[in-house]
């Protein structure tokens, strides 16, 4: 089995004991039984968003894409990716809250 779930759960807590500046998003592990097998996963609040990052593209100036993504969010998410040893940061994985950057 995986640890998927366990990771999940632990950059939540880990975010939030460090003052949630990268908004993880309230997450627990949970179980679930479907036809007599147990099956283990996590939850996780929805947040609506506007999608990821890679819908939208990066704008090549730096002003335009710190209007895109502040730079204290995108440096909130790189600490957390780093405290919890996330290798998986992606474009299609960075969602965007608040209204369509264009």
Known sequence: AGTGALREEAAFVIDKLCGGQANVPVTARASVE???????????QYVPTCGPVENFGMPRSLEEAVR????DDAQ???????????TDRHPGNLLLVGERPH
């Open 76 to 86: 909130a998410v790189a600490c957390l990716d780093i405290r919890v040893f996330n």
């Open 68 to 71: 895109m993504v502040p730079l």
């Open 34 to 44: 479907d036809k007599g097998v147990r099956k283990r996963g996590s939850v996780q």
